[in-house]
């Protein structure tokens, strides 16, 4: 009987330790977000958040895109996303083909720390 707890000890040890590890392996990095927003999101949204022509949206509103979940967040910005009403779209990854699902994530954090308290 002792031998049964500790083996389930050890593998509840395990599970707990695999859930850190895949916690750290999501974590974010806003300085990244920082250069993928630089690199692929400034043309149209601007170095301020509040859009570079007419049609973009303000990151920076206090009602606007900021206030979904970074799930909506991340599918929109991974498959593109057009506004109601808008007459031109957003192309999936912001029109960068190369940027990876972390990449995604890490410019998602950006724009909460930069834009989301204004």
């Known amino acids: 009987m002792r031998n049964l707890n500790r083996k389930r ?13 895949s916690a750290t392996a999501w974590a974010q990095d806003s300085t ?11 043309a149209c949204h601007g170095d301020d958040g509040r859009g570079a ?13 900021l206030l979904k979940s970074d799930d909506e967040l991340f599918t ?20 960068n083909p190369s940027l990876s699902e972390q990449d995604v994530r890490d410019v ?4 909460r720390e930069d834009f989301g308290d204004e």
């Open 76 to 95: 929109n910005v991974r498959e593109g996303f057009q506004s109601p009403g808008s007459m031109m779209g957003m192309p999936a990854n912001g029109g």
């Open 9 to 21: 000890l050890v593998t509840a040890g395990t599970f707990v330790s695999i859930g850190l590890l």
């Open 53 to 65: 022509f007419e049609g973009v949206p303000d990151l920076t509103r206090s009602d606007g895109r």
């Open 32 to 42: 990244n977000g920082r250069a993928v927003y630089d690199t692929t999101c400034v």
């Open 108 to 111: 998602i954090m950006f724009l």
